[in-house]
Protein backbone atom coordinates (compact mmCIF):
# COMPACT_ATOMS: atom_id res chain seq x y z
CA UNK A 1 0.00 0.00 0.00
CA UNK A 2 1.55 3.01 -1.18
CA UNK A 3 1.26 5.69 2.19
CA UNK A 4 -1.13 8.86 1.55
CA UNK A 5 0.11 12.51 1.28
CA UNK A 6 -1.24 15.63 0.16
CA UNK A 7 -1.02 17.46 -3.12
CA UNK A 8 2.46 20.42 -2.56
CA UNK A 9 1.49 23.13 -5.79
CA UNK A 10 4.36 24.90 -7.21
CA UNK A 11 2.99 28.12 -8.74
CA UNK A 12 5.19 30.04 -10.41
CA UNK A 13 4.28 33.68 -10.47
CA UNK A 14 2.74 36.31 -7.91
CA UNK A 15 0.65 38.38 -10.09
CA UNK A 16 -2.99 38.57 -9.88
CA UNK A 17 -3.53 35.04 -11.40
CA UNK A 18 -0.91 33.44 -9.14
CA UNK A 19 -2.10 35.08 -5.96
CA UNK A 20 -5.68 34.53 -6.74
CA UNK A 21 -4.83 30.44 -7.55
CA UNK A 22 -2.86 30.80 -4.14
CA UNK A 23 -6.21 31.87 -2.04
CA UNK A 24 -8.27 29.46 -3.81
CA UNK A 25 -6.04 26.86 -2.93
CA UNK A 26 -5.62 27.60 0.59
CA UNK A 27 -9.23 27.22 0.75
CA UNK A 28 -9.49 24.36 -0.10
CA UNK A 29 -6.94 22.66 2.65
CA UNK A 30 -4.13 22.07 -0.54
CA UNK A 31 -0.59 23.00 -0.15
CA UNK A 32 1.02 25.89 -2.42
CA UNK A 33 4.50 28.26 -2.75
CA UNK A 34 4.61 30.55 -5.08
CA UNK A 35 7.75 31.18 -6.70
CA UNK A 36 8.01 34.95 -7.75
CA UNK A 37 11.33 36.16 -9.81
CA UNK A 38 11.07 39.79 -8.54
CA UNK A 39 11.93 40.95 -4.99
CA UNK A 40 8.65 41.63 -3.90
CA UNK A 41 5.15 41.04 -4.96
CA UNK A 42 3.76 44.12 -6.89
CA UNK A 43 1.61 44.41 -10.32
CA UNK A 44 2.70 47.13 -12.96
CA UNK A 45 0.03 49.27 -14.38
CA UNK A 46 -2.29 51.99 -13.38
CA UNK A 47 -6.16 50.69 -13.46
CA UNK A 48 -7.68 47.09 -14.34
CA UNK A 49 -11.41 46.44 -14.86
CA UNK A 50 -13.36 43.10 -13.91
CA UNK A 51 -16.45 42.03 -16.02
CA UNK A 52 -18.90 40.11 -13.94
CA UNK A 53 -18.12 36.82 -15.00
CA UNK A 54 -14.73 37.48 -13.71
CA UNK A 55 -16.74 38.61 -10.53
CA UNK A 56 -18.68 35.49 -10.17
CA UNK A 57 -15.50 33.33 -10.59
CA UNK A 58 -14.06 35.26 -7.38
CA UNK A 59 -16.80 34.17 -5.29
CA UNK A 60 -16.67 30.74 -6.68
CA UNK A 61 -12.88 30.63 -5.84
CA UNK A 62 -12.78 32.51 -2.84
CA UNK A 63 -15.27 34.99 -1.46
CA UNK A 64 -12.36 36.68 0.22
CA UNK A 65 -11.04 37.76 -3.37
CA UNK A 66 -13.87 38.92 -4.54
CA UNK A 67 -14.39 41.39 -0.93
CA UNK A 68 -10.53 42.76 -1.63
CA UNK A 69 -11.75 44.03 -5.27
CA UNK A 70 -14.85 45.04 -3.92
CA UNK A 71 -12.51 47.30 -0.94
CA UNK A 72 -10.69 49.16 -3.37
CA UNK A 73 -13.24 49.26 -7.03
CA UNK A 74 -14.88 52.16 -7.87
CA UNK A 75 -18.33 52.15 -8.48
CA UNK A 76 -19.34 53.44 -12.27
CA UNK A 77 -21.89 56.28 -11.47
CA UNK A 78 -23.91 55.72 -14.18
CA UNK A 79 -25.11 51.65 -14.83
CA UNK A 80 -24.41 52.40 -18.80
CA UNK A 81 -21.10 51.41 -20.19
CA UNK A 82 -21.01 54.55 -23.14
CA UNK A 83 -19.22 54.10 -26.71
CA UNK A 84 -18.82 57.34 -28.26
CA UNK A 85 -17.46 59.35 -31.24
CA UNK A 86 -14.26 60.91 -30.11
CA UNK A 87 -13.32 62.25 -33.12
CA UNK A 88 -16.15 63.71 -35.43
CA UNK A 89 -16.69 66.66 -33.05
CA UNK A 90 -13.20 68.00 -34.30
CA UNK A 91 -14.77 69.36 -36.91
CA UNK A 92 -17.43 71.15 -35.63
CA UNK A 93 -16.00 72.75 -32.49
CA UNK A 94 -12.33 72.54 -31.49
CA UNK A 95 -13.25 73.57 -27.79
CA UNK A 96 -16.01 71.36 -26.88
CA UNK A 97 -15.94 67.88 -24.66
CA UNK A 98 -19.47 66.75 -26.10
CA UNK A 99 -19.28 63.85 -28.05
CA UNK A 100 -21.77 62.26 -29.98
CA UNK A 101 -22.98 58.70 -28.12
CA UNK A 102 -22.80 55.99 -30.98
CA UNK A 103 -24.45 53.15 -27.91
CA UNK A 104 -23.76 51.90 -25.22
CA UNK A 105 -24.90 48.53 -22.95
CA UNK A 106 -26.54 48.41 -19.51
CA UNK A 107 -24.26 47.27 -16.97
CA UNK A 108 -26.63 47.84 -13.48
CA UNK A 109 -25.66 45.05 -10.73
CA UNK A 110 -23.45 43.27 -13.26
CA UNK A 111 -20.83 45.47 -12.22
CA UNK A 112 -17.49 46.08 -14.80
CA UNK A 113 -16.07 48.60 -11.80
CA UNK A 114 -12.63 49.21 -12.01
CA UNK A 115 -9.39 49.84 -9.28
CA UNK A 116 -6.28 50.46 -9.33
CA UNK A 117 -3.91 47.14 -9.43
CA UNK A 118 -1.72 47.58 -6.77
CA UNK A 119 -4.28 48.18 -4.45
CA UNK A 120 -5.76 44.52 -5.78
CA UNK A 121 -2.75 42.77 -4.87
CA UNK A 122 -2.01 44.51 -1.59
CA UNK A 123 -5.62 43.41 -0.62
CA UNK A 124 -4.35 39.86 -1.94
CA UNK A 125 -1.63 39.99 -0.04
CA UNK A 126 -2.57 40.32 3.39
CA UNK A 127 -4.80 37.06 3.23
CA UNK A 128 -1.47 34.87 2.29
CA UNK A 129 0.02 32.72 5.12
CA UNK A 130 3.53 33.74 6.38
CA UNK A 131 6.46 32.00 4.41
CA UNK A 132 4.44 31.06 1.80
CA UNK A 133 6.59 32.92 -1.38
CA UNK A 134 10.51 32.58 -2.30
CA UNK A 135 11.54 35.83 -3.87
CA UNK A 136 14.11 36.58 -6.33
CA UNK A 137 12.97 32.75 -7.95
CA UNK A 138 13.73 33.15 -11.65
CA UNK A 139 13.09 29.31 -13.11
CA UNK A 140 15.40 27.75 -15.22
CA UNK A 141 13.79 24.81 -15.80
CA UNK A 142 11.60 21.72 -14.61
CA UNK A 143 12.69 17.67 -14.32
CA UNK A 144 9.60 15.52 -14.00
CA UNK A 145 11.18 12.66 -12.19
CA UNK A 146 8.68 9.89 -12.87
CA UNK A 147 6.02 8.05 -11.30
CA UNK A 148 4.85 9.06 -7.64
CA UNK A 149 8.15 11.18 -7.75
CA UNK A 150 7.94 14.69 -7.66
CA UNK A 151 8.77 16.98 -10.06
CA UNK A 152 11.98 19.02 -9.44
CA UNK A 153 12.34 22.77 -9.82
CA UNK A 154 15.74 24.24 -10.62
CA UNK A 155 16.07 28.08 -10.61
CA UNK A 156 19.18 30.39 -11.83
CA UNK A 157 20.05 31.31 -8.60
CA UNK A 158 21.37 27.39 -8.09
CA UNK A 159 18.69 26.98 -5.95
CA UNK A 160 16.12 23.68 -6.70
CA UNK A 161 12.68 22.81 -5.43
CA UNK A 162 9.85 20.30 -5.64
CA UNK A 163 6.45 19.83 -6.04
CA UNK A 164 3.37 17.60 -7.17
CA UNK A 165 2.26 19.96 -9.68
CA UNK A 166 3.60 22.99 -11.44
CA UNK A 167 1.56 25.86 -12.21
CA UNK A 168 3.12 29.05 -14.44
CA UNK A 169 1.05 32.22 -13.72
CA UNK A 170 4.48 33.85 -14.57
CA UNK A 171 2.64 35.99 -16.94
CA UNK A 172 2.96 36.81 -20.99
CA UNK A 173 7.24 35.92 -21.38
CA UNK A 174 5.77 33.16 -19.78
CA UNK A 175 9.48 30.34 -19.03
CA UNK A 176 6.85 27.65 -18.66
CA UNK A 177 5.05 27.98 -21.17
CA UNK A 178 8.34 27.65 -22.99
CA UNK A 179 8.90 24.26 -21.42
CA UNK A 180 5.96 22.81 -22.32
CA UNK A 181 5.74 23.77 -25.94
CA UNK A 182 9.01 24.40 -26.80
CA UNK A 183 11.58 27.14 -26.71
CA UNK A 184 12.06 26.85 -30.89
CA UNK A 185 8.28 27.07 -31.18
CA UNK A 186 7.07 30.23 -32.22
CA UNK A 187 3.90 29.52 -29.83
CA UNK A 188 5.57 29.63 -27.02
CA UNK A 189 6.48 33.55 -27.18
CA UNK A 190 3.75 36.60 -27.46
CA UNK A 191 3.38 39.01 -30.96
CA UNK A 192 2.88 42.26 -31.14
CA UNK A 193 -0.25 43.18 -32.43
CA UNK A 194 0.97 47.35 -33.89
CA UNK A 195 -1.11 48.69 -31.19
CA UNK A 196 0.64 50.65 -28.00
CA UNK A 197 -0.71 52.57 -25.86
CA UNK A 198 -0.21 55.29 -23.36
CA UNK A 199 -1.18 54.79 -19.83
CA UNK A 200 -1.98 57.48 -17.61
CA UNK A 201 -3.96 58.68 -13.87
CA UNK A 202 -5.58 61.92 -13.83
CA UNK A 203 -6.62 63.28 -10.31
CA UNK A 204 -10.32 63.80 -10.45
CA UNK A 205 -9.95 67.65 -9.28
CA UNK A 206 -8.32 67.87 -12.60
CA UNK A 207 -10.41 65.90 -14.71
CA UNK A 208 -13.80 66.82 -13.30
CA UNK A 209 -13.65 70.67 -14.46
CA UNK A 210 -12.39 70.10 -17.48
CA UNK A 211 -14.98 67.09 -18.40
CA UNK A 212 -17.52 67.30 -16.77
CA UNK A 213 -18.86 64.62 -13.90
CA UNK A 214 -20.97 62.87 -16.88
CA UNK A 215 -17.12 62.10 -18.52
CA UNK A 216 -15.46 61.41 -15.12
CA UNK A 217 -17.55 58.94 -13.42
CA UNK A 218 -18.23 56.61 -15.92
CA UNK A 219 -16.18 54.02 -18.48
CA UNK A 220 -16.16 55.28 -21.78
CA UNK A 221 -14.71 54.02 -25.02
CA UNK A 222 -14.15 56.99 -27.52
CA UNK A 223 -13.62 55.66 -30.89
CA UNK A 224 -11.72 57.33 -34.53
CA UNK A 225 -9.77 56.42 -36.90
CA UNK A 226 -6.70 54.15 -36.11
CA UNK A 227 -6.74 55.07 -31.90
CA UNK A 228 -9.02 55.02 -29.01
CA UNK A 229 -9.46 55.74 -25.98
CA UNK A 230 -10.66 53.77 -22.52
CA UNK A 231 -11.61 56.00 -19.69
CA UNK A 232 -12.62 55.50 -15.83
CA UNK A 233 -12.58 55.96 -12.33
CA UNK A 234 -10.56 54.25 -9.82
CA UNK A 235 -9.12 54.71 -6.42
CA UNK A 236 -12.43 55.67 -5.15
CA UNK A 237 -13.44 58.04 -7.65
CA UNK A 238 -10.29 60.00 -6.55
CA UNK A 239 -8.35 59.25 -10.39
CA UNK A 240 -9.60 58.37 -13.79
CA UNK A 241 -8.04 55.64 -15.24
CA UNK A 242 -6.82 56.70 -19.09
CA UNK A 243 -5.60 54.21 -21.41
CA UNK A 244 -5.18 55.56 -24.89
CA UNK A 245 -4.46 52.81 -27.90
CA UNK A 246 -2.55 53.99 -30.99
CA UNK A 247 -2.11 51.85 -34.08
CA UNK A 248 1.71 51.28 -34.74
CA UNK A 249 2.54 50.36 -37.88
CA UNK A 250 6.25 49.64 -37.23
CA UNK A 251 7.80 47.08 -35.21
CA UNK A 252 7.97 47.51 -31.49
CA UNK A 253 12.12 48.23 -31.12
CA UNK A 254 13.08 46.55 -27.73
CA UNK A 255 13.33 42.86 -27.18
CA UNK A 256 13.27 42.89 -23.85
CA UNK A 257 10.61 44.59 -22.43
CA UNK A 258 7.23 45.76 -23.29
CA UNK A 259 7.16 49.15 -21.60
CA UNK A 260 9.45 52.14 -21.88
CA UNK A 261 8.95 55.82 -20.85
CA UNK A 262 7.22 58.03 -22.97
CA UNK A 263 6.79 62.19 -23.52
CA UNK A 264 3.13 63.06 -22.92
CA UNK A 265 3.69 64.76 -26.19
CA UNK A 266 3.50 62.09 -28.03
CA UNK A 267 0.22 60.94 -26.86
CA UNK A 268 -1.21 64.38 -27.34
CA UNK A 269 0.36 64.02 -30.87
CA UNK A 270 -1.66 60.66 -31.73
CA UNK A 271 -4.67 62.01 -30.78
CA UNK A 272 -4.14 65.11 -32.41
CA UNK A 273 -7.32 64.88 -34.96
CA UNK A 274 -9.66 63.86 -32.54
CA UNK A 275 -12.35 65.94 -30.46
CA UNK A 276 -12.10 68.34 -27.72
CA UNK A 277 -13.00 65.61 -25.06
CA UNK A 278 -9.82 62.98 -26.02
CA UNK A 279 -7.42 66.09 -26.36
CA UNK A 280 -8.54 67.91 -22.89
CA UNK A 281 -8.09 64.29 -21.82
CA UNK A 282 -4.11 63.89 -23.25
CA UNK A 283 -3.66 67.15 -22.40
CA UNK A 284 -4.37 66.26 -18.38
CA UNK A 285 -1.90 63.59 -18.70
CA UNK A 286 1.16 63.83 -16.30
CA UNK A 287 4.21 64.68 -18.09
CA UNK A 288 5.97 61.43 -17.68
CA UNK A 289 3.81 58.28 -19.40
CA UNK A 290 4.90 54.88 -20.29
CA UNK A 291 4.07 53.91 -23.47
CA UNK A 292 3.01 50.15 -23.25
CA UNK A 293 3.32 47.63 -26.39
CA UNK A 294 -0.01 45.34 -26.69
CA UNK A 295 1.20 41.87 -27.51
CA UNK A 296 -0.63 38.65 -27.56
CA UNK A 297 -0.85 35.07 -28.48
CA UNK A 298 -3.31 35.39 -31.33
CA UNK A 299 -0.85 35.16 -34.40
CA UNK A 300 0.75 31.48 -32.46
CA UNK A 301 -1.91 30.01 -29.95
CA UNK A 302 -0.58 27.03 -27.75
CA UNK A 303 -1.95 23.40 -28.93
CA UNK A 304 -1.85 23.00 -24.87
CA UNK A 305 -1.99 24.49 -21.42
CA UNK A 306 -0.80 21.54 -19.94
CA UNK A 307 2.04 18.53 -20.09
CA UNK A 308 1.87 15.48 -18.17
CA UNK A 309 1.89 17.57 -14.19
CA UNK A 310 2.67 21.15 -15.57
CA UNK A 311 0.26 23.48 -16.97
CA UNK A 312 0.06 27.43 -17.50
CA UNK A 313 -2.97 30.02 -16.83
CA UNK A 314 -3.74 33.52 -17.28
CA UNK A 315 -1.39 35.49 -19.77
CA UNK A 316 1.20 32.58 -19.45
CA UNK A 317 -1.46 30.30 -21.23
CA UNK A 318 -3.55 33.04 -23.82
CA UNK A 319 -2.05 36.33 -23.46
CA UNK A 320 -5.21 39.09 -24.24
CA UNK A 321 -5.03 42.53 -25.89
CA UNK A 322 -6.70 44.79 -23.61
CA UNK A 323 -9.88 45.70 -25.61
CA UNK A 324 -12.38 43.73 -24.36
CA UNK A 325 -11.07 44.27 -20.38
CA UNK A 326 -11.54 40.49 -19.56
CA UNK A 327 -7.76 39.11 -19.55
CA UNK A 328 -7.46 39.36 -15.88
CA UNK A 329 -11.08 37.87 -15.15
CA UNK A 330 -10.00 34.80 -17.44
CA UNK A 331 -7.20 34.50 -15.67
CA UNK A 332 -9.40 33.88 -12.79
CA UNK A 333 -11.66 31.52 -14.43
CA UNK A 334 -8.86 29.45 -15.69
CA UNK A 335 -7.42 29.14 -11.51
CA UNK A 336 -11.17 28.65 -10.23
CA UNK A 337 -11.21 25.25 -12.72
CA UNK A 338 -7.60 24.56 -11.20
CA UNK A 339 -8.18 25.19 -7.91
CA UNK A 340 -11.38 23.06 -8.15
CA UNK A 341 -10.64 19.91 -9.48
CA UNK A 342 -7.02 19.96 -7.89
CA UNK A 343 -8.86 19.32 -4.57
CA UNK A 344 -11.07 16.42 -6.38
CA UNK A 345 -7.97 15.19 -7.14
CA UNK A 346 -6.28 15.60 -4.19
CA UNK A 347 -9.18 13.34 -2.74
CA UNK A 348 -8.82 11.06 -4.88
CA UNK A 349 -5.27 10.38 -4.09
CA UNK A 350 -6.35 10.38 0.00
CA UNK A 351 -8.96 8.23 -0.49
CA UNK A 352 -7.06 6.00 -3.10
CA UNK A 353 -3.70 6.14 -2.48
CA UNK A 354 -2.77 2.99 -4.48
CA UNK A 355 -4.36 4.83 -7.93
CA UNK A 356 -1.37 6.37 -9.95
CA UNK A 357 -0.15 9.84 -8.11
CA UNK A 358 1.08 10.91 -11.33
CA UNK A 359 -1.82 9.72 -13.49
CA UNK A 360 -4.38 11.59 -11.40
CA UNK A 361 -2.62 14.48 -11.50
CA UNK A 362 -1.96 14.22 -15.46
CA UNK A 363 -6.14 13.73 -15.31
CA UNK A 364 -6.76 17.24 -13.54
CA UNK A 365 -4.71 18.92 -16.07
CA UNK A 366 -5.77 17.30 -18.41
CA UNK A 367 -10.07 18.48 -17.70
CA UNK A 368 -8.22 22.30 -17.15
CA UNK A 369 -7.10 21.61 -20.74
CA UNK A 370 -10.57 20.18 -22.01
CA UNK A 371 -12.99 23.19 -20.17
CA UNK A 372 -10.70 26.35 -20.29
CA UNK A 373 -8.56 26.60 -24.19
CA UNK A 374 -11.24 27.09 -26.73
CA UNK A 375 -13.06 29.73 -24.44
CA UNK A 376 -10.18 31.42 -23.80
CA UNK A 377 -8.31 31.40 -26.74
CA UNK A 378 -11.93 32.63 -28.58
CA UNK A 379 -11.06 35.83 -25.81
CA UNK A 380 -7.71 36.31 -27.65
CA UNK A 381 -9.41 36.16 -31.04
CA UNK A 382 -12.14 38.78 -29.78
CA UNK A 383 -9.94 40.71 -28.33
CA UNK A 384 -8.41 41.80 -31.14
CA UNK A 385 -11.39 41.85 -33.41
CA UNK A 386 -12.50 44.54 -30.66
CA UNK A 387 -9.66 46.94 -31.21
CA UNK A 388 -10.01 46.81 -34.48
CA UNK A 389 -13.65 47.82 -34.22
CA UNK A 390 -12.79 50.74 -31.98
CA UNK A 391 -10.81 52.09 -34.51
CA UNK A 392 -12.41 51.57 -37.70
CA UNK A 393 -10.60 49.16 -39.24
CA UNK A 394 -12.75 46.07 -39.17
CA UNK A 395 -14.08 45.84 -42.42
CA UNK A 396 -17.63 43.89 -41.44
CA UNK A 397 -18.27 46.86 -39.51
CA UNK A 398 -16.26 50.20 -40.70
CA UNK A 399 -18.02 53.30 -39.24
CA UNK A 400 -21.48 52.05 -39.02
CA UNK A 401 -22.41 52.31 -35.28
CA UNK A 402 -25.44 49.76 -35.26
CA UNK A 403 -23.12 47.21 -37.00
CA UNK A 404 -20.81 48.50 -34.17
CA UNK A 405 -22.98 47.82 -31.52
CA UNK A 406 -24.22 44.81 -32.78
CA UNK A 407 -21.06 43.34 -32.71
CA UNK A 408 -19.63 44.19 -29.71
CA UNK A 409 -23.00 43.58 -27.91
CA UNK A 410 -22.49 39.44 -28.89
CA UNK A 411 -18.66 39.23 -28.23
CA UNK A 412 -19.06 41.39 -24.66
CA UNK A 413 -22.22 39.28 -23.35
CA UNK A 414 -20.68 36.11 -24.57
CA UNK A 415 -17.78 36.75 -21.38
CA UNK A 416 -20.19 38.66 -19.43
CA UNK A 417 -22.96 35.78 -19.13
CA UNK A 418 -20.96 32.77 -19.08
CA UNK A 419 -22.15 30.54 -16.62
CA UNK A 420 -19.52 29.71 -13.93
CA UNK A 421 -21.46 26.80 -11.77
CA UNK A 422 -21.61 25.13 -15.86
CA UNK A 423 -18.14 25.71 -15.92
CA UNK A 424 -17.31 23.68 -12.36
CA UNK A 425 -19.54 21.10 -13.29
CA UNK A 426 -18.28 20.27 -16.18
CA UNK A 427 -15.22 20.49 -14.39
CA UNK A 428 -16.45 17.42 -12.24
CA UNK A 429 -17.64 15.62 -14.56
CA UNK A 430 -15.04 15.76 -17.14
CA UNK A 431 -12.32 15.02 -14.71
CA UNK A 432 -14.45 11.78 -13.25
CA UNK A 433 -14.82 10.61 -16.72
CA UNK A 434 -10.74 10.63 -17.25
CA UNK A 435 -9.95 9.37 -13.69
CA UNK A 436 -12.58 6.62 -13.64
CA UNK A 437 -15.40 7.80 -11.30
Not at 120 to 131: A, R, S, T, Y
Not at 163 to 168: E, F
Not at 319 to 347: R, Y
Request: charged fraction near 25%; proline fraction near 4%.
Amino acid sequence: MIEARAIEVAIIGGGITGLTLALGLQKRNTNFHIYERAQSLREIGAGIGFTPNAERAMLALDPRIHEAFKSVASKNASDWFQWVDGFSGVNNDKDTVKEDLLFNMYLGERGFEGCHRAQFLKELVNHLPQGCVTFGACLDTIIDQGENERILLKFHNGTIAEADLVIGCDGIRSRVRQLILGENNPASYPAYTHKKAYRGLIPMEKALPALGESKVNTRLMHLGPDAHTLTFPVAGGKLMNVVAFVTDPGEWPYTEKLSAPAEKKSAIEGFSKFGGAVRTIMNLLPEDLDEWAIFDTYDHPASTYYHGRICIAGDAAHASSPHHGAGAGAGIEDVTVLATVIEVAQTTLLESPDKSRSGVLNAALATYNAVRLERSQWLVESSRILGEIYEWQYKPTGRDKKKCEEEVYWRSHKIWDYDIGQMLQETTEYYKQRVGA
